[in-house]
Nanobody, 126 residues
Framework: QVRLVESGGGLVQAGGSLRLSCEAS????????VGWFRQAPGKEQELVTA????????YYADSVKGRFAISRDNAKNTVYLQMANLTPEDTAVYYC???????????????????WGRGTQVTVSS
């Protein structure tokens, strides 16, 4: 069992930056792949970025490439999402997720993740 708790959300002006944190507790976190999803009002939840459990690579949605960066500190059981040059289109609830039972490109899909945080709100004003 893994518990995930996000923090760092808030209100920021367009062009600003935020860093989200996702702290894990429970089973050893280092063996899990992690992902950040977001859900804007009236929209489907989408994958923003992920680190698969089976390789040291990262995936970014086209909409955030060059602006967002995912990183993890296994010693602190924490995953970070550094967000820069934010726009109102980035407004959403951001969720951290963890899983390790998937293969291939399944990390892109919600079903690949067994554990989820409750989310943290990010609001970007214009």
């Amino acid at each position: 069992q893994v518990r995930l708790v996000e923090s760092g959300g808030g209100l920021v002006q367009a062009g600003g930056s935020l860093r989200l944190s996702c702290e894990a507790s429970g089973n050893p976190f280092s063996s899990y792949g992690v992902g950040w999803f977001r859900q804007a009002p009236g929209k489907e939840q989408e994958l923003v970025t992920a680190i698969p459990w089976y390789e040291d690579t990262t995936y970014y949605a086209d909409s955030v490439k060059g602006r967002f960066a995912i990183s993890r500190d296994n010693a602190k059981n924490t995953v970070y999402l550094q967000m820069a040059n934010l726009t109102p289109e980035d407004t959403a609830v951001y969720y951290c997720a963890a899983g390790r039972r998937y293969t291939g490109r399944d990390y892109m899909f919600k079903f690949a993740y067994d554990y989820w945080g409750r989310g943290t709100q990010v609001t970007v004003s214009s």
